[in-house]
């Protein structure tokens, strides 16, 4: 094999990689795969697309070997072939971030419409589990919960958080957290949470974050 032919099979194999990453509902699909497995009908659903372009979105990202399935019956899940789909995903995030001031001022626009820009970051919702004063709820779907979970907190979906705000005490600080920085259940719950009253802030990155630093979880 000469040196061309070698670094032509080499980038392009690293570019196969990239396209799967150049779609928006790809990124999608991995930022809630990161969360745990799901099924076609379920990312369906939540990516607000159709069955045949979220089959044709995870078909690219299997070939490109992001994520794995596994058979139930006649349903296929999918999932993430690892953490390092994580790590390219979040340091995805951190370069345009650093790189694209639009989405700064996106996101700062969003949070100050939903009274959610005041956030708690990991270090400091640690600090307040310790001392026991303040309750967490996870406002992502259950099965997400179930999945994996900041330890102490509880399930509450923001679909169901106003049918069960009589089991949120208003004596202590409400932390509401989700998928991660730009994921919209905790600010919409925060929003919620202080229409009716409550003292609440949301947590500042999400469960993959809190994951990757280490910190406990159940």
Not at 174 to 198: F, N
Request: net charge neutral; proline share 4%.
């Amino acid at each position: 094999m000469k040196s061309r032919e070698f670094k032509d099979l080499i980038f392009q194999q690293f570019a196969n990689v990239a396209t799967a990453f150049s779609s928006p509902k790809r990124l999608e699909i991995i930022d809630l795969l990161i969360q745990g497995e799901k099924d076609v009908d379920t990312l369906t659903k939540q990516i607000s697309a159709n069955f045949a372009n979220t089959s044709r979105h995870l078909q690219i990202l299997k070939n490109a070997r992001l994520v794995d399935t596994r058979r139930d019956g006649v349903r296929i899940f999918y999932r993430i072939s690892d953490d390092r789909v994580f790590n390219c995903w979040k340091s995805l995030q951190l370069l345009a971030e650093n790189h694209a001031a639009e989405i700064k001022n996106v996101l700062k626009e969003f949070l100050e419409e939903q009274t959610a820009v005041n956030a708690l970051s990991k270090e400091e919702l640690l600090t307040r589990l310790q001392l026991n004063d303040v309750i967490v709820i996870d406002v992502r779907p259950e099965e997400e919960y179930k999945n994996g979970h900041i330890e102490g907190s509880v399930s509450i979906p923001l679909v169901e958080l106003k049918d069960r705000l009589n089991e949120i005490p208003k004596d202590r600080e409400v932390v509401a957290y989700c998928r991660g920085p730009y994921c919209v259940l905790a600010p919409e719950a925060v929003s919620l949470l202080k229409k009716k009253g409550y003292n609440a802030v949301r947590l500042e990155e999400g469960l993959p974050e809190w994951k990757a630093a280490g910190l406990p979880v159940e």
